[in-house]
């Protein structure tokens, strides 16, 4: 007996900025969840020094590695995207790259500055793609 595994043609929309901040909200409570627990296991050498402690740069290198890494697995999302049925994918339909999820990473405050200025002004923004999704080259879909 042959088995033969065809890929459904079902077509996801973009999913919207507010489904994608929520999902964006959960990813963060669980990072500075983690982040809580090793801040508070963890001895500084300055307290007096908030932002600028050694263990800041291990926090972002653990983001990093959060964001990129969920983002390339097989499920194609972080924890946030996958519970609200969230993917990343590039314009054929495909898992995206960990370069691509780091371009992701790195650019996301941008976006954050640029979606604030349209918010403040009141400029509305018809396209449901961001600016690290355009430079990335990927897509944020709902299923």
Same mark, same amino acid.
């Given at each position: 007996?042959?088995?033969?595994?065809?890929?459904?043609?079902?077509?996801?929309? =973009?999913? &919207? =900025?507010?489904?994608?901040?929520?999902?964006?909200g959960?990813?963060?409570?669980?990072?500075?969840? =983690?982040?809580?627990i090793?801040?508070?296991?963890?001895?500084?050498?300055?307290e007096?020094?908030?932002?600028?402690?050694?263990?800041?740069?291990?926090?972002?290198?653990?983001?990093w590695?959060?964001?990129a890494?969920t983002?390339?697995?097989?499920?194609?999302?972080?924890?946030?995207? /996958?519970?609200?049925?969230?993917?990343?994918?590039?314009?054929?339909?495909e898992?995206?790259?960990?370069?691509?999820?780091t371009?992701?990473?790195?650019?996301?405050?941008?976006?954050?500055?640029?979606?604030?200025?349209?918010f403040?002004?009141? /400029?509305?923004? &018809?396209?449901?793609?961001?600016?690290?999704?355009?430079?990335?080259?990927?897509?944020?879909?709902?299923e």
């Amino acid at each position: 007996m042959q088995t033969i595994y065809t890929q459904s043609k079902h077509r996801s929309g =973009l999913a &919207s =900025l507010s489904t994608r901040l929520m999902a964006f909200g959960l990813d963060v409570l669980l990072l500075l969840t =983690l982040v809580g627990i090793v801040d508070y296991f963890t001895f500084s050498s300055n307290e007096e020094v908030f932002l600028l402690k050694p263990e800041r740069f291990l926090f972002v290198l653990l983001a990093w590695l959060y964001f990129a890494g969920t983002e390339t697995c097989p499920c194609q999302g972080t924890l946030g995207k /996958y519970l609200l049925n969230l993917r990343v994918i590039t314009p054929n339909g495909e898992r995206i790259r960990f370069r691509a999820a780091t371009l992701r990473f790195l650019l996301r405050p941008i976006s954050a500055l640029i979606i604030i200025f349209q918010f403040i002004t009141g /400029y509305g923004h &018809s396209s449901r793609r961001t600016f690290h999704d355009k430079l990335a080259g990927t897509r944020v879909i709902a299923e």
